[in-house]
């Protein structure tokens, strides 16, 4: 399956700064996903990046906090703007290969803290 | 709105105790059913998936999972568990005509006593 390297792996930043996550594929791949794992809870889906085009994202999630860009199909960015503790997280790139009945495959995560 | 639900947030067992753990889902539709591992400090990983086919299917490590359409449940199930199998364990559901969307449950820690 395809190797996804994920960068930071964690950091601590301060309140009200924005820090930009990385998530490249040694393959292409034809979807690509950030999810969110809140302390203590399940993972939840932000957005679906779309290559060449604004990502997709879900109820509750707006490119103004989380802008996301994927100029081609094997890397994807996801920015977490204006951070408050509340955005204290675990933030995770999935992806999934081209071929069909394919699960997603994720990324190690990156640890963020907000002081 | 779809969703999941994992019946159990905490299991302790001993070593070669059997396990089972429970998950329901929510969606009137044609569904495709996962569950994933993370174990301590590592990323998530693919334990085994449903699409079609056989409703009993076979993971990674002695892992299974029955798909029960009429119950929507997906159980995992493990004949006998080990000390590392110490982890926590997602259920997930896509619709088919959705496939990115991965709706997650709880999480279920597994604490295995050697």
């Known amino acids: 399956s395809a190797v996804i390297s994920q960068k930071p792996s964690r950091d601590i930043c301060q309140r009200g700064t924005s820090l930009t996550i990385q998530c490249q594929v040694d393959s292409q791949v034809t979807m690509m996903f950030w999810y969110r794992q809140q302390p203590g809870q399940s993972l939840t889906l932000i957005a679906t990046a779309n290559q060449g085009s604004e990502a997709t994202y879900e109820s509750g999630f707006v490119i103004d906090k989380f802008p996301i860009s994927r100029p081609n199909l094997t890397f994807s960015t996801l920015t977490v703007s204006n951070m408050s503790p509340e955005d204290s997280s675990i933030y995770l790139c999935?992806?999934?290969?081209?071929?069909?009945?394919?699960?997603?495959?994720f990324g190690d995560g990156t640890r963020l803290s907000i002081l | 709105a779809q969703s999941v639900s994992q019946h159990n947030h905490h299991v302790i067992l001993s070593e070669a105790a059997s396990l089972e753990l429970g998950c329901n889902y929510s969606?009137?539709?044609?569904?495709?059913l996962f569950w994933y591992v993370q174990y301590p400090g590592q990323h998530l990983q693919l334990l085994l998936k449903?699409?079609?086919?056989?409703?009993l299917v076979k993971g990674i490590k002695g892992f299974e999972a029955e798909f029960i359409k009429s119950k929507f449940s997906f159980n995992l199930r493990k004949p006998s568990v080990q000390w590392s199998d110490t982890a926590e364990y997602f259920c997930?559901?896509?619709?088919?005509?959705?496939?990115?969307?991965?709706?997650f449950g709880q999480g279920t820690t597994l604490q295995v006593k050697p």
């Open positions: 999935s992806v999934v290969e081209p071929y069909s009945n394919q699960p997603q495959h």
């Open positions: 449903y699409f079609s086919g056989d409703p």
């Open positions: 969606y009137g539709g044609t569904v495709n």
């Open positions: 997930a559901v896509t619709s088919s005509s959705n496939t990115g969307k991965l709706i």
